[in-house]
């Protein structure tokens, strides 16, 4: 009988502390909504005096002729536009991010090929300025949102144009095909490359491995891209030997009719 007590106890012990887990993790899951709704809101909220600091340096620039006759103003001028410019992406990230972390819309039948005709036309601008080939092979429909297909694509063929190697123009294949029930696609780049001790840190918000100088960028494209991939189930990494280009791999639901 002893035994069987000792037992007793020991199990509603257990059953206790799993409570007390759930209780904690419920907390958790809320604090975690609350931090992102905040961030949403400041990031929202950020863009009016954003706005109001950038059109009156443009006003500065058309009123006094970019401040040319005083070199050290023109060059206290240009220092001000580019750091609005970066807030302003900064906050289109960090508003992106919180719009793909609500739940998305109920998938439906993508044609992936069109979604990523859209992606192309987004990104036609860097595309003519760096002569990028980029060639989209037949991919498989998919069952998402669609809003959030094309977000995915145009941030990792963004990337794949934008970390391209300085010795040659870049190229990128983007592939599919259906394996089961998930559609396997693959961007491939002829880029710089990414080192292994980074292939799972990129993932990370503001993470960057490559100098903000030179390449611009927040650090939150593949957050947002790896967020979209998850919210439907799938998921999204990279493969690159740290110097030969890079591949995203990522698996969505394959279209079911
Ligand atoms: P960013 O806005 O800085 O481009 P991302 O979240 O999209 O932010 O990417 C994070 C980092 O991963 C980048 O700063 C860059 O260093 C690296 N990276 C992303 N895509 C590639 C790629 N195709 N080739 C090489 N490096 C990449």
Redesign the pocket.
């Known amino acids: 009988l002893e035994t069987v007590v000792f037992n007793l106890q020991l199990a509603l012990e257990r059953a206790e502390q799993s409570g007390e887990l759930q209780r904690r993790a419920l907390a958790l899951e809320r604090s975690n909504a609350e931090l992102e709704r905040f961030a949403f809101v400041a990031s929202h909220d950020l863009q009016e005096p954003l706005r109001s600091v950038t059109s009156f340096a443009q006003l500065l620039v058309k009123r006094f002729g970019g401040l040319e006759g005083d070199p050290k103003a023109a060059q206290y001028l240009r220092h001000i536009q580019e750091g609005t410019q970066r807030m302003q992406n900064l906050i289109q ?1 960090l508003l992106t991010y919180a719009r793909v972390t609500a739940e998305p819309r109920p998938p439906a039948r993508q044609d992936t090929n069109a979604v990523a005709a859209t992606a192309l036309q987004d990104l036609r601008a860097s595309l003519d300025a760096t002569g990028a080939a980029v060639t989209v092979f037949d991919l498989p429909p998919v069952m998402a949102d669609g809003t959030q297909l094309r977000q995915l694509l145009q ?2 063929i963004g ?2 144009v ?2 391209r190697h300085p010795d040659r123009p870049p190229v990128v294949m983007v592939t599919g095909e259906q394996r089961g029930s998930w559609v396997h696609i693959d961007v491939q ?1 002829n ?4 080192p292994s001790e ?1 292939h799972e840190r ?2 990370t918000v503001f ?4 100098a ?1 100088d030179q ?11 790896r967020r979209i991939v998850e919210r439907h189930g799938g998921q999204l990494w ?1 493969s ?1 030997d740290g110097s030969n ?2 591949t ?1 791999h990522l698996t969505l639901p394959a279209a079911t009719d």
């Open positions: 990230d941030n990792l990337n794949a934008k970390y780049d880029g710089i490359g990414i980074y990129i993932f993470q960057r491995l490559h903000r390449y611009g960028g927040t650090g939150v494209g593949l957050t947002i891209a990279v690159s280009g890079s995203f």
